[in-house]
């Protein structure tokens, strides 16, 4: 199976939300990481067909999505940014009522509605009200009721935003639990989400994908411009202000080791480190970076184990 934008735009008035995308994705966990206002979610609903594009098209197995209609449709889950719900409904009952939506009906949506709500760990909470759940609780049945209609292509947008970090991880492990045997594309601004589940990084900037590759080999793009280096405590500040840090931390009394990602040394006790993926996060969406060198459509395909 292969999905594929071919110079896929949305335009809302003058601003391209998605300009001129083309990619190609076939089976594996692909990590959409982007900054608030990246284009992430409505590249989403494009690939949802929730929205139509402004030009491009969107193509699986080479076959118009526009033209597949319903049987594109019947391939797909999808949790949106805001899961909405019938609060008043218990966890069972709604999802045999987006069973029923989705063309699943009787006996075997309620073995597959059960069955879900065990696997995403709320079975005991089956015959309680939604209104009652916890964030976390919600965000499962939300996954739980994407996975009904067992989607070949399934597509999460921000869905771990608002989580604990324990919930998050929770969720993160169902999402490679459910992984297997299908495109899943997952959209965040929370490096930590991607960085343990994700086959390959997506890095979205301004309506384009600027960056791609597997999150081991991703951060070559920033080697040989991270560095640790130790300052007095008091000039901390100073320091974060002027360099791009993307972490301190107090090691010895008196002193702080910053995080800095620059193209030359910052200063003269620091020392180069390997990169990671929230270093790469910050050189390209820390506000004060003033570069703007990234490809404009290029063109971006991965098929099974190779990237091309």
């Not at 083309?22 to 692909?30: D, R």
């Not at 069973?99 to 696997?119: D, F, N, R, V």
């Not at 297997?180 to 343990?196: N, Q």
Request: net charge positive; hydrophobic share 40%.
């Amino acid at each position: 199976m292969e999905l594929k934008t071919v110079e896929l735009t949305k335009e809302y008035g003058k601003k391209k939300a998605v300009n001129r995308m083309n990619i190609t994705l076939t089976q594996g966990v692909y990590g959409l990481l982007g900054a608030n206002g990246a284009g992430k979610t409505t590249l989403m609903r494009l690939l949802c067909a929730l929205q139509q594009p402004t030009g491009g098209r969107i193509l699986l197995d080479g076959q118009s999505i526009g033209k597949l209609g319903e049987d594109y449709r019947n391939l797909l889950g999808y949790l949106p940014q805001a899961f909405r719900y019938y609060p008043d409904f218990r966890a069972i009952d709604f999802l045999l009522y987006i069973a029923a939506l989705k063309g699943l009906e009787g006996k075997a949506a309620k073995e597959k509605a059960w069955g879900l709500l065990e696997q995403v760990g709320l079975s005991c909470e089956a015959k309680h009200r939604i209104k009652t759940f916890s964030g976390g609780m919600k965000q499962r049945l939300g996954i739980a009721q994407a996975m009904l209609n067992d989607p070949r292509i399934l597509i999460l947008d921000e869905p771990t935003t608002g989580l604990d970090p324990k919930e998050r991880v929770r969720f993160r492990n169902l999402i490679s639990a459910f992984s297997k045997g299908r495109i899943v594309i997952l959209s965040t601004h929370i490096v930590s989400d991607v960085e343990f589940i994700a086959e390959r990084i997506l890095v979205m900037k301004a309506g384009q994908i600027i960056h791609w590759g597997r999150p081991g080999e991703i951060t070559s793009e920033i080697q040989g411009q991270v560095w640790e280096c130790t300052v007095p405590v008091e000039h901390a500040d100073r320091y974060v202000a002027k360099w791009n840090v993307s972490n301190l931390r107090n090691e010895r009394e008196g002193y702080t080791v910053l995080r800095v990602i620059a193209a030359q040394q910052p200063m003269e006790n620091a020392k180069l480190v390997t990169p990671n993926l929230e270093d790469l996060y910050l050189y390209y969406f820390q506000e004060q970076t003033a570069r703007e060198t990234y490809a404009t459509g290029g063109d971006h395909t991965w098929e099974g184990e190779d990237a091309r």
